[in-house]
């Protein structure tokens, strides 16, 4: 319904109610400025909406690189249905034909010096209809504020600590929660000293789910210390070989599919064949999951930074046997995450907490150790690629196979929930294990696998684990940081195995005018040809069209290898259509290049057989702020495509610019991720 979207108000302002949420990423930025165009208003104007499921429209999740192209174009279709609106009984009002109107700030103006105003309209405007969309937005002539930078609404208020964060949250006669997790994934709780519970608010225990609720957080901490003492856990999950990850990702039972095939691709004697991997990776999310639960009188009220409010709702409904008009989740700001952190998690966790003191507030904070090791993980990955040379040095075939745990387990996708408290109830449910969406949708562990390039025949493959003792699921650009680390590695390898400049080697199979254009862009914005760098030090190449549908994104690297690997610059062309606010833009690829480059040289998750042991930023380092390269962003604009999403496109071209430059410096060509000096080392053993 339109009114779901937009509601104006006889005092001056409109208010904006989009079903995504910012996590960061600025697209409620984004969102105002769309709106604002459309309906002729200064972004001032335009008020936001916190998404709840009460009130907002249902936009699914916050992923994908999807937020403009879906909900920015949502917003930019009801925003001209409403201006239709105003027009009409505007034209009514002032005798005047719609046509003729002009609209100005909300003032509305036709013949004879007769105006009026949305905010005078407002009350007789009735917005209780279905947008449909009928209205044709603005051509894209007629815009004025698209493609040009709009300050971040939400930064001032974070700066000055005025716009809490959920974690700042405080609620009257709110109560305090923490959740003991087992050691080790999978493990039971066989038997607990109650004991250790005395002096809380309440003890909380179903089946392995254990927790505590305590009138401050310091009670709440202290009581935690004594169950982890008073608990005794058994059993667990048999753990992949911390030292033969790849080994064991193809020794497990899988689901087999051909992901994409052209021409007839047989098995021969493929002149180059490499295997490339990627460990596990945690979000590394800055603040640790948090959720608000309050158990009503008529339902369940839930606070959290989930990125698919609606979605979260179906799980607990699940979970709780509860009609979804039951429970209403409300999102509130955190730690940025793109991808499936333990948000929804906490939001259980807070739930079942609160149930044991109904009618009151229940805040639920996880620890660090508890967001790195709990939270999903971002699938290990092994890729082996093949290819054959035609006599003219072009790539005849080419094979793709991919061993990996799915990369999608949010909630709301099944009959059974995808929380993690929910296997660990005395009524539990079963373990949900990932599963990836259609490439037609985007793909999960396929996604980016179907090379961009013009080869004349390709196969490739997909080996889904039918198992997963460490809990997967999305994270920024789910497979395709390692397929594309995979793909422009191979690239790379080919090129140097004929003695041809890799630039020149990908513009030889690439037929896509955009994606040269790109590629051409970073070249030349880093000097490719002719530029001397210093002993040390290489250069490398990285390209792809993320998704193959999204934005195109092409990255040079310079990297130093004189002591540990450090990233020295990124130079970085992307063109994502129409771009509605070009710093958004440059943030967007300045953030997953500079992410990009903290996974590629540093993260992994670690692990033993007693369970996850990176639960300290000491044992799962990120990139520093000493550590992060010089990033320069040109954005090659194409005002008449539709927009596409920026979030995720410089990922895996920045990974594989990286490796690709190690190998420039020293020649030695590193495959598996992260690439640290003990890699290289090893590397060149």
Known sequence: MLDRWLHFSGHGHVTLSPGKVEIGQGILTVLVQICAEELDLA?????????????????????????????????????????????????EQLGTPAAELQIDDGRISGRDNLTTSYWELAGRVDLARTADGSVAPKPTADRSRAGRSLSRIDLPDKVFGTRPFIHDLCLPDMLHGRVLRPPRPGARLAALDENAGAGVVALVRDGSF?????????????????????????????LPDPGDVAGWLKRQPVETAVVAECGAVEETDYRFRRSYGKPYLAHGSIAPSCAIAHWKPDGLWVVSHTQGIFNLRDDLALVFGLPVEQIIVAH?????????????????????????????????????????????????????????????????????????NGYVARPGRARTPALLAAFDLAEGFPLYISQDPPLAGGGGAQRNAVPIYDFPQHLIVKNRLLTMPLRTSSMRALGAFGNVFAIESFMD?????????????????????????????????????????????????GFARYKNTGAYCAVVAEIDVNADPRACALWVAVDVGEVVNRDGVVNQ?????????????????????????????????????????????????????????????????????????????????????????????????
């Not at 995720?648 to 190998?663: C, H, K, S």
């Open 589 to 685: 690829i300045e953030g997953g290049a500079i992410q990009a480059t903290s996974w590629t040289l540093k993260e992994a998750v670690a692990f033993d057989e007693s369970g996850v042991t990176s639960r300290s930023w000491k044992s799962y380092p990120i990139l520093r702020f000493a550590e992060v390269p010089a990033v320069k962003v040109e954005i090659l604009d194409r005002a008449d495509l539709p927009p596409v999403g920026a979030g995720e496109a410089a990922q895996g071209p920045t990974a594989a610019a990286l490796a690709n430059a190690v190998f420039g410096a020293i020649g030695v060509r590193v495959r598996q991720t992260p690439i640290t000096r003990d890699q290289i080392i090893l590397a060149m053993e």
């Open 493 to 541: 390898e080919i090129a140097a195995g004929q003695g041809l400049d890799p630039l020149e080697f990908r513009l030889r199979h690439l037929s896509d005018a955009r994606g040269r254009a790109v590629l051409e862009r970073a070249a030349a914005m880093a000097g490719w040809a002719g530029t001397a760098v210093a002993e040390g030090r290489g250069r490398g190449i």
């Open 43 to 91: 972004p001032h104007r335009i008020r936001l909406r916190p998404a709840d499921t009460a009130h907002s429209p249902n936009e699914g999740v916050t992923s994908g690189s999807l937020s403009v192209s879906d909900c920015g174009m949502s917003v930019r279709l009801a925003a001209a249905q409403a201006r239709q609106l105003f027009l009409a009984a505007a034209a």
């Open 332 to 404: 509130a700001e955190s730690a940025g995450c793109y991808g499936h952190n333990g948000a929804d998690d906490a939001a259980l966790d807070a739930c079942l907490l609160a149930r044991a003191v109904p009618g009151r507030p229940v805040r639920l904070q996880w620890s660090r150790a508890d967001e790195l090791a709990a939270s999903p993980f971002g699938a290990a990955m092994t890729i082996e690629l093949a290819a054959d040379i035609a006599d003219d040095g072009r790539v005849r075939c080419w094979r793709h196979e991919i061993w990996s």
């Open 210 to 238: 254990l927790g505590v609720v305590c009138r401050t957080e310091a009670e709440a901490e202290a009581a935690l210390a004594r169950l982890a003492h008073a608990a005794r856990w058994e059993g667990g999950f048999d």
